[in-house]
């Protein structure tokens, strides 16, 4: 079953005067419980792929298609209520809530779908003990450490259970070695609830852990490989 | 609590020292407005009582157009057992007939227009205050004596002391010649320039004799306990003269349409102050809120990727202000009825207060009344133009782009 879905997208940014394409007539198909990386040097296109993909931003032309769903010509409101039900996002800079504790920062996608109190404070305790945040619930993101933080984000962002993960540079900020459980605590959410896993980077070290290795130049896929993952 | 609830709190405590400025105008503002709403309010309610209380009375039947018209033939038919009809129905004694006429008043040297009063001696001072204003001399005591007390004004014009005689000359009911002498029993100070000078008192029968008025009157004065009062004893009264009897039952206001004037004219010009006052608030929440909705882009950029709808932000946002609101608000009401109570027990004045106490009939020092009205209606305007001033840094969020708004540091 596809979970992405893009067809012949071209995204064009305008610098000053100079047009610069960000995605050039780019296609890719990704399987439900694929776990992707996209890897680029910097303005590779990888992260405009990624918020195309996440309804974040709209292609200037092409189609884009999440869970048999096409994207690209909803409205603002459509577009929410598709990544608050179906993508949950990681990102190179944890963004945290800073006034909200790590559980209330889990919570929170919950609260905003309207889940009920009771329902939220026990999925979020069980997914924090999960990603091992077992006793700092209650700390504010200000009182972690970096790979702290991203596991709460992770946590945010798998706490609905949604069928993608986006996840842009999220080892970037971190050591080798929490970047190294990190990435142990996606494959393991991949295997275990086959959410499908699209992840943004040019760390080699993330890129042993995918099961597919895309590689971009210039918003063009220049070579795509299915590979064995760590 | 509810996760949106505690967000919104926490984050206007994210910049405490911004919050409390906010808040502080707010604060102030309000106590601003309690006292002097309260002050104002106060001030009216006495205003309107004791010029009520001077002359007019709360309410008075009447022939139809005579407010308007007060000619001499529209008269009141048996207007002492009317009166005291409705002394006995009402249970009450602050009830008085009067008949008035003009006449000029002459003394051995000069004459002056004055307007006459027939009064009842034994039920006016229930009515009036101007009994209790003779300076010199005594007031008025028998229904049927020719005497007359006069203001000190018309006196010094006119010369007299008490003990002097007047002559007055005006026309009857009928339009034939009416004249008598009267002496001068008091001399009454009310401290109002047009009274002093212009009113003078004499017993109803005496007027009905020389003005032929067949125990005819024009007016029957009612007193109600208090302002509050004189809608109800109004209704009373109308359902007992009834409109059978061709009689109107006129209120403060159209007796003293002057004084309602007086009072919106003061009003206008506070309640611009305070529209000032509270438009600078309003300013200052706006700056406020735009300032952290500004410093907060980037994280609104995020939660709107996690799936948060535009318009849930701007829930937030006002929902952000319409705590500091309710912040200022609490704080405001209670600091500004605690100084408004302790100042209606102690009394308030200021320089030049005795002048427009004078005047209007006021106190020198005022004791302003605490209401709810008068505790409320300030800071709840102040908390709905803070609520206003908000829409619009809200509203800005619905154009915000979730990248766009990610990329901003």
Redesign the interface.
Known sequence: MTAVRCIDICKTYTQGDVDIKALDHLSIEIEKGEFVCLMSPSGGGKTTLLNAIGGLDIPDSGEVWVGGQRIDQMSKGELAELRLANIGFVFQAYNLIPVLTARENVEFVMQVQGVRPAERHVKSMVLLEEVGLEGLEDRLPAEMSGGQQQRVAVARAIVSRPELVLADEPTANLDSHTAADLMELFVQLNEHHQTTFVIATHDQGVMRYAKRLVRMRDGRIVDDVQQNAA | M???L??AW??IW?QPRRTWLTTGAMVFSNILLVFMISLQFGMYGLMINNTLQVFSGHMQVQAPGYVDDAKMRQVVDDVQPLAAHLREALGSDTVAARARAFALASSEDRTYGIAIYGVEPRHEPRVSNLPGLVEHGRYLQDDDAYEIVIGSVLARNLQVATGDELTLLGSGVDGSFAAAVVVVAGIFESGVKDIDRNIAQMPLTAFQDMFYMNGAGHQVVILAPSLADAPELQARVEALVGADDGLVVQDWDALQPGLRQAIQADMSSAFFMYGILVVLVAFSVLNTQLMSVLERT??FG?????????G?LGRIVLLESALMGLLGFVLGVIAGTALTAWLSVRGFTMPGMDEMAAQFNLPARIYPPVTLLSVAIGPFVVFVFTLLASVYPAWRLRRLH??EA?RVN
């Not at chain 2, 995020?302 to 535009?310: E, N, S």
């Open positions: 509810n996760i949106v505690r967000l926490r984050n994210r980037h994280e995020v939660v709107m990727a996690l799936g948060m709808k535009p849930l979730p990248v990610m």
